[in-house]
């Protein structure tokens, strides 16, 4: 069993999570790592805004309530622009709390990935690593327009 939180862009913090829950019931985008593990939600919410004053807290109480992995969603990634704010967020969970940090939930859908290409925003090793979970083949990305 594995006991994940779920940290959300705070632009879209009025999501009910609706793809965040599908892929991870579904196993697609980066919850596809628990392809054969039972996983339990023990928290989800957003950041609060730039610059993510929610970062510093809200992990710890997850972590009281057993998480062991961070899921920075999706939605940080593909929004316009994606979050700035991302890579130390990571970087800060992991130093603070020694914990596992995961970019990504759902599979990044594909009206978002066809702009992004034009915008060549994931165009630089830092993106390619962050978005390697999330990016799938067309056909998944299509479900999740």
Request: proline fraction near 3%; include cysteine; charge should be positive.
């Amino acid at each position: 069993m594995k006991k994940i939180g779920i940290i959300i862009c705070d632009r879209y913090r009025r999501c009910a999570g609706g793809k965040c829950l599908k892929s991870l019931k579904q196993r697609e985008g980066a919850f596809e790592r628990y392809r054969n593990t039972e996983v339990e939600l023990v928290g989800y919410t957003s950041c609060d805004g730039c610059p993510g004053g929610n970062i510093e807290y809200t992990v710890d109480e997850m972590k009281k309530n057993g998480a062991e992995i961070i899921h920075l969603a999706t939605g940080l990634i593909v929004g316009y622009p994606p979050c700035q704010h991302i890579e130390y967020f990571s970087n800060f969970i992991k130093e603070r709390y020694n914990i596992e940090v995961v970019y990504g939930t759902h599979p990044i859908p594909q009206k978002y990935y066809l702009m992004h290409e034009k915008l060549k925003t994931w165009d630089n090793k830092k993106w390619k690593e962050i978005i390697k979970d999330t990016l799938v083949d067309e056909k998944t990305r299509l479900a999740y327009d």
